[in-house]
T-cell receptor, first 113, second 116 residues
Framework: GDSVTQMEGPVTLSEEAFLTINCTYT??????LFWYVQYPGEGLQLLLK?????DKGSNKGFEATYRKETTSFHLEKGSVQVSDSAVYFC????????????FGTGTSLTVIP | EPEVTQTPSHQVTQMGQEVILRCVPI?????FYWYRQILGQKVEFLVS????????KSEIFDDQFSVERPDGSNFTLKIRSTKLEDSAMYFC??????????????FGDGTRLSIL
């Protein structure tokens, strides 16, 4: 069945460091891929998405590219800020309806000044 | 921006009791979902709901669970005879339409359910 495997955390970085959070997926067909972020005390918020191979999703300085050949959707940011401290979830929705979402375990990121 | 709202934020219940978790989806959305996350584990799909009936459910969603849309705004998850292993964060989500690839689900802040 469809599934997502996400890099284990927690991750601790200094401000302005480069961030990569790995995400790989298993799916039949051509899923859509998402990154959600959960700030402390809040719900899951959509960060970015990509709906087909080679698409790049981007938002707030974060980027992720849908790589069909490696079944990956790694999240990157060139220079993290303290305000980026949160839990990041990779997710996929399968075709054709995209009704059910499959999530990774989440990666906790702490950015220190 | 419209939000999905969930109440209560934290629910503590004795084992064996019934609990109802409440959600108000975004008003023009048509598809509603419940997920749960046991501490340290993945966010798991429980059920999806459309047109006043369940459209999909996971193996987790057994006879102990039920969902209802009692009026035009609320969407509830009922857990009968709660067990210790039901302790988790429960997320409600909604989506505007179903058939478009890449359409995201919008999530509430979650209800933390603690079974004693």
């Amino acid at each position: 069945g469809d599934s997502v495997t996400q890099m284990e955390g927690p991750v601790t970085l200094s401000e302005e460091a480069f961030l990569t959070i790995n995400c790989t997926y298993t799916a039949t067909g051509y899923p859509s891929l998402f990154w959600y972020v959960q700030y402390p005390g809040e719900g899951l918020q959509l960060l970015l998405k990509a709906t087909k191979a080679d698409d790049k999703g981007s938002n707030k300085g974060f980027e992720a590219t849908y790589r069909k050949e490696t079944t990956s959707f790694h999240l990157e940011k060139g220079s993290v800020q303290v305000s980026d401290s949160a839990v990041y979830f990779c997710a996929l929705s399968g075709n054709p309806t995209g009704n059910q979402f499959y999530f990774g375990t989440g990666t906790s990121l702490t950015v220190i000044p | 921006e419209p939000e999905v709202t969930q109440t209560p934020s934290h629910q503590v219940t004795q084992m064996g009791q019934e609990v109802i978790l409440r959600c108000v989806p975004i008003s023009n959305h048509l598809y509603f979902y419940w997920y749960r996350q046991i501490l340290g584990q993945k966010v798991e799909f429980l059920v999806s709901f459309y047109n006043n009936e369940i459209s999909e459910k996971s193996e987790i969603f057994d006879d102990q669970f039920s969902v209802e849309r009692p009026d035009g705004s609320n969407f509830t998850l009922k857990i009968r005879s709660t067990k210790l292993e039901d302790s988790a964060m429960y997320f409600c989500a909604s989506r505007e339409t179903r058939g478009r690839a890449g359409q995201p689900q919008h999530f509430g802040d979650g209800t933390r359910l603690s079974i004693l």
